[in-house]
């Protein structure tokens, strides 16, 4: 994800300043992820929604100016790479937002909500995804031994699955989509339910 958004590949054993990247990287999405995950009683009980009694209002005004900080940081970098005409390598997504010229283009405080959406989003999700389906194929060993017939027919042993590849593997997209189905990371077709009327639901009240 951080290849593909800002143009950066983190080793974990790549330098002491790059080791502190990594380590502040981790802890915005960690920070974010703990505060999405947490049940929020003001979000059930709304007169309890002007205490912050569970701190996440404060907890959140204090994660938004380090993720503006943390990505201020990388397109300014980019910003003046591309200004001194020393941005020789295949352009990322920041290069790209940048390019944006006209009615296209996006502010500073766009650009920063559109590139941690997708590091936030592109993260996590990917990472409960794939555990899900090696969970999945140890409980169905018959698919696990499928697709592993289909790794050998199509890329073989003696080298790594390329991208060029996945078009010809249609049973491994096919286990992919099926454990999206079943274990989706997020909650994909949140908008598509809306109520427009007041409802009683078990004699609860829904405005």
């Known amino acids: 994800m951080m290849c593909s958004v800002f143009g950066r590949k983190y080793e974990l054993d790549f330098g002491a300043s790059m080791n502190n990247e990594v380590e502040e990287l981790k802890g915005l999405v960690d920070e974010g992820y703990d505060l999405l995950g947490m049940l929020n009683w003001s979000d059930h009980l709304p007169w309890l929604a002007d205490f912050d009694a569970q701190k996440i209002r404060f907890r959140c005004s204090n994660l938004v100016p380090r993720v503006n900080r943390f990505v201020s940081r990388i397109i300014s970098e980019h ?3 591309v200004e001194a005409g020393r941005d020789k390598k295949a352009p990322d997504f920041v290069d790209v937002l940048l390019s944006l010229q006209g009615p296209d283009k996006l502010s500073d405080s766009d650009m920063i909500a559109v590139l941690w959406e997708m590091i936030f989003r592109g993260t996590d ?5 794939i555990e899900w389906i090696m969970a999945r194929m140890v ?3 018959d698919v696990q031994w499928t697709v592993h017939e289909e790794l050998d027919k199509v890329v073989g ?4 699955v390329n991208e060029s590849d996945i078009s010809e593997m249609v049973y491994l997209t096919a286990v992919v989509k099926e454990v999206l189905r079943l274990h989706p990371p ?3 077709l949140s ?3 809306l109520a427009i009327t ?3 639901i078990d004699g609860y009240h829904v405005p």
């Open 79 to 81: 910003r003046t790479g």
């Open 198 to 200: 007041d409802t009683t």
């Open 139 to 141: 409980l169905h060993p």
């Open 125 to 129: 999700t990917v990472a409960v995804l």
């Open 186 to 188: 997020g909650p994909l």
């Open 157 to 160: 042993r003696s080298r790594s």
């Open 191 to 193: 908008w598509a339910r």
